[in-house]
């Protein structure tokens, strides 16, 4: 019984979101597994595997990592081209942010370029991704799922403080992860990574347009350190704005006890 029912769990990918879970709870993050969030464009309860947090008591800066795993053996490929961000906002590329977040990047990005490289999206960026030698389309199907939970956790925060919130999407993959791209010769180049991004643009129902990691489990523990390394980073630059809103909250509540 016991082979059986691991072979079954194998096939169900219940044991990469263990390790996926097991990998950021390693790196220094608060781990949830199998949360659950109500899809804006269907009203449906749905549910994502793995959310890392960076750990904030206080709930001013949001860092987040929500992640999609699929366990299939089959190789997933990342149609890539050097021309993927030409002309497109860096900021709506590095994560889903909120407003308040997005306005404090744009007037420090020059900066920022340079203390956090995933700002940048150097080297060949995806413009799709699909698993190859499959007719199920699960890539797009990962990919939407991780981008209306990042939307949904980064802009439906039910209070009447919005915090500075960062969501980066991510999927984590069980098989081999090739790169497709074509050479200036117009050659098909194949090359297999552990890790890559895309430009996931779509309308969920709104506009969506982020890039997500594809990360395979071979990589796996080393990109959760390497996206605590960048939670690290955020959560300093951002330092001040977190002690300027302590202070404002200091003031409300002396305020409210010096009033009769």
Not at 47 to 61: H, K, Y
């Amino acid at each position: 019984m016991i082979p059986k029912v691991r072979a079954w769990l194998d096939t169900q990918g219940y044991l990469l979101e263990m390790r996926t879970a097991s990998a950021f709870r390693a790196a220094g993050f608060d781990v949830r597994q199998s949360s659950h969030y109500v899809d804006p464009e269907t009203g449906k309860s749905r549910e994502v595997d793995v959310i890392a947090l960076d750990p904030d008591v206080v709930g001013i800066i949001n860092i987040s990592f929500i992640v999609e795993c699929k366990s299939s053996n089959k190789p997933w490929v990342l149609l890539c081209s050097p021309d993927t961000l030409d002309g497109y906002n860096r900021i709506f590329a590095f994560s889903v942010v909120s407003d308040k977040a997005r306005k404090a990047l744009a007037g420090r990005m020059s900066q920022l370029l340079d203390r956090i490289p995933w700002l940048r999206k150097s080297g060949l960026i995806g413009y799709s991704v699909r698993q190859a030698l499959s007719d199920a389309d699960i890539a797009y199907a990962a990919a939407v799922s991780a981008a209306k939970a990042c939307d949904v956790l980064t802009h439906g925060v039910a209070s009447s403080y919005k915090p500075y919130a960062f969501a980066f999407p991510v999927i984590v993959i069980g098989g081999p992860l090739i790169r497709c791209s074509l050479a200036e010769n117009g050659d098909v180049q194949l090359e297999e990574v552990e890790e890559g991004e895309f430009l996931f643009a779509a309308y969920l129902p709104k506009y969506f347009g982020t890039c997500i990691r594809v990360v395979t489990s071979a990589r796996l523990t080393a990109f959760a350190v390497e996206a605590k390394r960048v939670a690290d980073h955020i959560r300093a630059e951002f330092k001040s704005e977190e002690d300027e809103v302590r202070e404002s909250w200091r003031d409300d509540v002396v305020g409210s006890k010096n009033q009769p």
